[in-house]
C-alpha cells in the first residue's frame, strides 16, 4: 500500500484547508485510516481515523481538540482519504500524515499503522 498525501499549506486563523491521501496498491486490504500531525519539538499526535474497509459500518473518531472543525470524508471510488479543516487556530500549525493499516480495530496510536504518506505541511498565522 502506497499513500500520498497533498493539499497543505498556509492559512490564516479561522480559514480552512482541505487535504489529501491517495491510496494505491493493495487498498483492499485496508481497514483503517488515520491522519496524524507532528509539531515542532513534539511527538506525532493523532488527529482522526476513520473505518475504511466498510466492515462493522463506516465510523469515525476525532481528537478531541479538533472535533467539531476537522472532517475526515473519503471517496472509495478514488481510494482517497480527505482532511476537512475549518477554523483553524496557530496550534493547528503541523506537518500532517496520514496512515493506514490492515489489521482489525481503532487505534490512535502511531505505532499500530504500518502505512505512511510522506506529510504535507500545514501553517496557521495568527
Known amino acids: 500500500v502506497q499513500l500520498q498525501a497533498s493539499g497543505g499549506g498556509l492559512v490564516q486563523a479561522g480559514g480552512s484547508l482541505r487535504l489529501s491521501c491517495a491510496a494505491s496498491g493493495r487498498t483492499g486490504s485496508i481497514y483503517r485510516m488515520g491522519w496524524f500531525r507532528q509539531a515542532p519539538g513534539k511527538e506525532r499526535e493523532f488527529v482522526s481515523i476513520i473505518n475504511w474497509s466498510g466492515r462493522s459500518g463506516s465510523s469515525s473518531d476525532y481528537a478531541d481538540s479538533v472535533k467539531g472543525r476537522f472532517t475526515i470524508p473519503r471517496d472509495n471510488a478514488k481510494n482517497t482519504v480527505y482532511l476537512q479543516m475549518n477554523s483553524l487556530k496557530p496550534e493547528d500549525t503541523a506537518v500532517y500524515y496520514c496512515?493506514?493499516?490492515?489489521?482489525?480495530?481503532?487505534?490512535?496510536?502511531?505505532?499500530?499503522?504500518?502505512?505512511w504518506g510522506q506529510g504535507t505541511l500545514v501553517t496557521v498565522s495568527s
Open positions: 496512515a493506514a493499516d490492515r489489521r482489525l480495530g481503532w487505534s490512535k496510536f502511531p505505532h499500530e499503522y504500518d502505512y
